[in-house]
């Protein structure tokens, strides 16, 4: 038992067990689900694969993006079922296509409906959800809470998405008043700075009890922006498009939660070992039944996180945070230590106006100023010398920035970075490492730590 257990009441303690349980009920289903296919036989050619359970999984390789691109059908199980395809676009702009049968889609579509049978509420919930514009298939998954379903490309959907906030609805075995305000980041972002800019006194108090952020990171001052304007606590999720089940950031806690259908880990980017504290690469097992057509099992996601599992609010299980995609963070050469998390440059450059952005949603009437919901253009580049590791952060500043302002702005993020990373402030006192953050005029190609494109593939239905 870990650390922390102690302190957990015997029904949480309970639960956790029962998690831990259904892992490895499933786990060696799911290995022979993946074993139908060419691919993975070949992939663990030589690899004992009896009896495989949460403790010998990490025997296993990994499998990354570029293996399940190259092997295409060769990885898939389609025999005997309809398929739909799921586009996942990534950082690289190549998009990444898997697959999901009709048989897991009515599987889990099955298992849900019969969970709200047996623990089913006295009225569903109401929601406001801003639609994912970017996914042409989603996995719809029965849930006690009724939808008003809008788009950012909708004409007036923002006015509209106010009136229904504020108003009472009638409708059977419905909670009357909104609680829940969901969407992509990015079309929450555009409606609250909407809202922000119609309502500067603030918005008319509303019945919203939970605003769930999800597909980019989330940064904190727009966490604080979020629950400002909408007077309730913010969830984000976390999530790809490939892999059904991700996580949700706790309220107790502030530690990401997985969901019991896929199995979590956190592989050390230079050992390659499990990880149970510090900064790694997060690796996913989607289980079977719930995920079949496309097997991934030690799936490298490509996203850097952090890992406890202690310090949350549930103990003895594999808890994150997400820092964005790994490659535009910096390691520290031959270790497991991060000298640049993605995140931390983002949280420093995000809420800088003389940063440019690229624009989002740009030629929809209702987005007054696009490049205020697109991305600050900045990119953070290191590369290995003789002198050692070099390390430079770029920002694409406005050209009416004056050379003092610029010089400011520089300094500023200089320190902000630093201050986030304290393995950097180390290895720059202990001459390891340079350091710079540099101006241009402008940015190719600029460091999309998350793209919107990938997460939030399964939806409420």
């Known amino acids: 038992m870990s650390v922390g ?44 694969l009896e009896n495989i359970s949460r403790a010998t999984l990490a025997e296993l390789p990994t499998v990354g993006k570029e293996h399940i691109r190259s092997a295409g059908e060769a990885a898939q199980n389609r025999a005997g079922v309809v398929c739909n395809d799921v586009f996942t676009t990534g950082t690289t702009g190549n998009p990444l296509i898997t697959v999901r049968s009709d048989r897991e889609q009515e599987f889990i579509r099955d298992f849900f409906t019969r969970q709200l049978r047996e623990r089913p509420a006295p009225r569903c919930l109401r929601g406001l959800e801003f639609k994912n514009p970017y996914h042409g298939h989603l996995i719809g998954v029965p849930a006690s809470i009724h939808y008003h379903r809008v788009s950012v490309y909708d004409a007036g959907s923002f006015e509209y998405g106010r009136a229904t906030l504020l108003r009472c609805h009638n409708d059977e075995n419905v909670e009357p008043r909104c609680s829940v305000l969901a969407g992509l980041e990015r079309c929450l972002r555009a409606f609250t700075l909407d809202t922000m800019q119609r309502f500067p006194n603030g918005f008319p108090q509303t019945a919203l009890r939970l605003v769930v952020s999800y597909s980019q990171y989330l940064t904190a001052a727009w966490r604080r922006r979020l629950e400002d304007t909408w007077g309730a606590p913010v969830v984000d999720r976390f999530g790809i498009s490939e892999v059904f089940g991700g996580a949700s950031q706790c309220l107790n806690c502030g530690w990401y939660h997985f969901e019991p259908f896929v199995v979590p880990e956190v592989i050390g980017a230079h050992s390659g070992q499990v990880l149970s504290t510090g900064m790694g690469l997060l690796a996913l097992t989607a289980l079977y039944p719930f995920q079949e057509a496309q097997p991934l099992v030690r799936y490298l996601t490509g996203d850097l996180v952090e890992v406890t599992h202690e310090l949350s609010c549930r103990p003895d299980t594999t808890a994150i945070k997400p820092l964005g995609r790994a490659r535009y963070g ?92 304290p393995s950097l402030e180390e290895a720059l006192r202990s001459q390891r490492v340079s350091f710079v953050v540099g101006a241009c005029d402008d940015l190719e190609e600029s460091d999309l730590i998350a793209q919107a494109h990938s997460g939030g593939v399964w939806s409420d239905a």
């Open 330 to 421: 910096v390691p520290e050469p031959d270790t497991d230590r991060w000298l640049i998390t993605p995140a931390s440059v983002l949280e420093a450059v995000d809420e800088v106006s003389e940063i440019a952005r690229t624009p989002r949603f740009a030629g929809v009437g209702q987005i007054q100023d696009p490049y205020a919901i697109g991305h600050p253009k900045y990119r953070t580049r290191w590369s290995k010398g003789a002198s050692g590791l070099g390390v430079k952060v770029e920002l694409a500043l406005s050209s009416n920035v004056s050379d003092s302002r610029r010089s400011e702005v520089l300094s500023n993020v200089y320190s902000d970075i630093l201050k986030r990373n």
């Open 5 to 48: 257990t102690e302190r957990l009441h015997p029904s949480q303690r309970e639960s956790i067990d029962a998690l831990h349980a259904f892992h490895d009920e499933l786990l060696p289903e799911t290995i022979a689900n993946a074993l139908k296919t060419t691919f993975f036989r070949e992939h663990w050619s030589g690899y004992n």
